[in-house]
């Protein structure tokens, strides 16, 4: 840790001390133990006590007055998994899509109402559908910014959808309602495929990327002409980029079960 010459907040360090108190072995404590672990004055304790469980990082059960962690914990944790790691964790299979596919394999988060590229894999041969990494795009923007606006809080969709999309191609999908439909059957099925709804003649799909708290923290999608990624070897495609994600999701902590279904488009079972 780094060392400057700047005072520590003394009420924040306190409220610390509270939050330390926990642990797997002791996930739940009474205000009188938490005073006798931390030596604070009762008073001191109630007061950041409440001002934690204010902000959900501490939850109170009034029938056995007993504290536990609250879930914006979880919150936390997910972010500082998702941004220290999924890059690294990510190569290997982003390497492994592109060589099976021969086609532009791009991932991105999302960051506030803004779809972020932070990985892209360019083909050698053929046409090229790139974007740089560190580039911004709206959140409803092309198969990557579908699935990640798929699992955003329902009042960033309802922020996002009040505002006029503006199409890119004659076969944009831009109505309100027909792009929560479309939403929903992302996460029904677990993927997205447009077909020259973001680019003309070109085809994307894109698939989440979840982290060990079950959080869509990545897109990851293939995206090449619309020729080449046939009705024919569509699916086949369709079934490599959500076996990517899900290996990425493992390696992000990930812990669901899969099953051939998960893996395997709808029209093919």
């Known amino acids: 840790m780094r060392e400057v010459k700047v005072s520590r907040i003394r009420s924040v360090e306190r409220a610390i001390q509270v ?11 009474t205000i009188d133990q938490i005073v006798e672990a931390t030596g604070l ?44 790691t999924i890059r690294t964790e990510a190569d290997e299979e982003l390497n492994q899509l592109q060589l099976a596919t021969r086609q532009t394999v791009l991932m991105g988060i999302a960051e506030g109402r803004s779809l972020v590229y932070i990985d892209s894999r360019e083909t050698s041969e053929g046409l090229k559908y790139s974007s740089y990494i560190g580039r911004l795009r709206p959140l409803h923007y092309g198969v990557l910014g579908r699935v990640l606006l798929a699992y955003q809080p329902p009042e960033v969709v309802d922020a996002i959808l009040a505002e006029p999309i503006a199409p ?4 944009s999908v831009v109505d309100p309602e027909a792009i929560r439909a479309q939403l929903a059957e992302v996460r029904r099925q677990g993927y997205l495929v447009e077909v020259g709804q973001t680019i003309v003649g070109a085809t994307g799909v894109g ?20 020729a080449a990624l046939s009705a024919e070897g569509l699916p086949e495609v369709v079934r490599q980029v959500k076996a990517t994600a899900e290996a990425i999701s493992r390696k992000m902590g990930w812990r669901h079960q899969s099953d051939a279904a998960s893996l395997t488009p709808h029209w093919m079972r």
């Open 19 to 29: 939050l330390n108190c926990f642990s797997v072995q002791r996930p739940e404590m």
């Open 41 to 84: 004055a009762k008073a001191t304790v109630y007061r950041i006590l409440y001002t934690l469980e204010y902000h959900g990082l501490i939850r109170y059960d009034p029938a056995t007055s007993v504290y536990r962690p609250g879930y914006q914990l979880l919150n936390y944790g997910g972010i500082l998994l998702s941004t220290l």
């Open 168 to 171: 890119t191609t004659e076969d």
């Open 207 to 226: 698939a989440p990327v979840f982290n060990a708290f079950d959080q869509c923290i990545a897109a990851v999608g293939v995206v090449g002409p619309s």
